[in-house]
């Protein structure tokens, strides 16, 4: 596979032809977590593990990412460490098994920076909050930049729409409670999109702004590439066109979240019969067999638990039609002699090419009047 453009300069080491040690520097100044780092560095990770594999045809990797991290003391001192956060060791063998790996990895790394940081250690990232996009002073030359009108601050959820309007701009809303869900999705159809995170208690409000949602909702499945999302239903496409698709049909109906069964309870369940459709006819049948014996002596199989001694042979079968009513709609059918399982199903065909017209035949219903008014009045179904 040849380089690809991005690729940063060659920052390695070499021993041995056998160990190789990658260097990779965010392409971004100060990064304020992991998160952002590793989606800066992934793909320059994942073409270099491609290359060593391609050429060592097995290798075996781990990560180790170094942190700059600072810290307040009682003598209003600031304290720096570099500790690294290290993933486990992984054997790749195949290269469709690498991004998976190696998402593995950043987790493992996240846990453990986390681990470190609410041992007691009181450190965090160091930031240049003066390039830190979420300081204050970022908003404030924008403060006179955005139309009001007699919408109140805090801006409550249900004027979001008459904010697009006045600053004519696309703006989506989402909760949180477990999982995210919509709260309010714009109508308009802009390219450029304002996604909302809306927090809340008992107290204050807040929103937040979503500034990568496929990462947001990363966790809804196992496929990690950058993916397309439907903001109406929070569904994910590996392709723009079929998100476009999908628009067609989701735009006409009202924000929801779908929600898939889970993996335990995935099957659905019917239990009470008792409200089943009653079928105009049923057939009951029963076989009669003969055990016939195998007389060859077959060699025992070690490694099998179930030792074959005879077959069964069908001789005879009887079956009876019985329709909705209970009744038999014909006298009950004998047979014994050979091919009793051919002879069945020939017999069966009968019966369906007999049974077929009465059910396809549909008899008009004969209700009084009284009878039909209270059926055209009815709202609800039996059922």
Request: proline share 5%; aromatic share 10%.
């Amino acid at each position: 596979m040849p380089p690809s453009k991005k690729r940063k300069p060659d920052n390695s080491v070499h021993a041995l032809n056998v160990i190789t040690i990658r260097t990779f520097d965010s392409m971004k100044d100060n990064e304020l977590d992991f998160l952002k780092f590793f989606d800066d560095v992934r793909p320059f990770i994942f073409e270099e593990l491609q290359l060593q594999l391609e050429e060592k045809k097995a290798i075996k990797w781990y990560a180790v990412v170094q942190a700059t991290l600072t810290r307040t003391t009682q003598e209003n001192d600031v304290e720096y460490i570099t500790p690294h956060f290290r993933s486990n060791c992984v054997v790749e063998l195949m290269e469709n098994t690498i991004a998976e790996h190696l998402e593995s990895a950043f987790k493992k790394i996240q846990n453990s920076f986390e681990e470190f940081t609410q041992r007691g250690s009181a450190h965090k990232l160091k930031i240049d909050y003066k390039k830190n996009a979420n300081s204050i002073h970022h908003y404030i030359p924008h403060e006179s930049e955005i139309k009001l009108g007699n919408v109140k601050c805090p801006v409550h959820v249900t004027n979001i729409s008459t904010l697009e309007k006045l600053n004519n701009v696309r703006i989506n809303v989402f909760g949180f409670e477990d999982e995210i869900f919509p709260l309010y999705v714009s109508s308009r159809e802009d390219l450029d999109c304002i996604n909302l995170l809306y927090i809340s208690n008992e107290e204050r409000q807040h929103y937040c702004l979503i500034r990568n949602f496929s990462r947001l909702i990363g966790d809804l499945s196992k496929h990690k590439s950058t993916a397309h999302i439907c903001y109406r239903c929070l569904h994910r496409f590996c392709r723009e066109d079929l998100l476009q698709e999908h628009l067609n049909y989701c735009k006409n109906v009202s924000p929801q979240k779908i929600k898939m069964p889970s993996p335990d309870r995935n099957i659905l369940q019917f239990q009470k019969t008792e409200f089943q459709h009653k079928v105009p006819f049923i057939i009951y049948a029963d076989f009669e067999s003969i055990i016939i014996p195998y007389h060859s002596v077959q060699p025992k199989n070690q490694s099998a638990y179930t030792e074959k001694i005879a077959r069964h042979e069908p001789c005879g079968y009887a079956y009876v039609v019985i329709d909705a009513n209970g009744k038999m709609l014909k006298p009950i059918t004998v047979y014994r002699g050979p091919d009793a399982a051919t002879h069945f199903i020939n017999n069966l065909i009968k019966e369906k090419d007999q049974i077929t017209p009465m059910i396809t035949t549909i008899m008009p219903m004969n209700l009084s009047p009284e009878e039909e008014e209270q059926f055209n009045s009815e709202t609800r179904c039996y059922l």
